[in-house]
């Protein structure tokens, strides 16, 4: 895991960014379920369950990867990013 991370640094940017996108996207599956257009839960009235969802993925995010990636990568950050990203 984090040496494939610190290979990926060395030699290419872009397939390190395809990785980032990749994992982020198995990482925000269950919210974009979970929160579908058509889903009770995405009903602005229940804008708290998206917080409390994200709160807990990103806990969770941070206890099983924080080790794995390079702390440069700010996964962290960009997992919030993109969760607001699909959340707009």
Request: glycine share 2%; charged share 35%; with cysteine.
């Amino acid at each position: 895991g984090s040496d494939l991370c610190k290979l990926l640094d060395v030699l290419d940017a872009k397939l390190k960014n395809e990785l980032i996108k990749w994992f982020l996207k198995q990482e925000l599956a269950e919210y974009s379920v979970l929160f579908e257009e058509n889903q009770e839960n995405s009903w602005l009235d229940k804008i708290d369950r998206r917080y409390s969802w994200i709160k807990k993925t990103l806990t969770e995010f941070e206890e099983k990867f924080n080790k794995i990636f390079p702390s440069h990568w700010d996964m962290s950050e960009r997992l919030a990013v993109e969760f607001c990203e699909l959340t707009k």
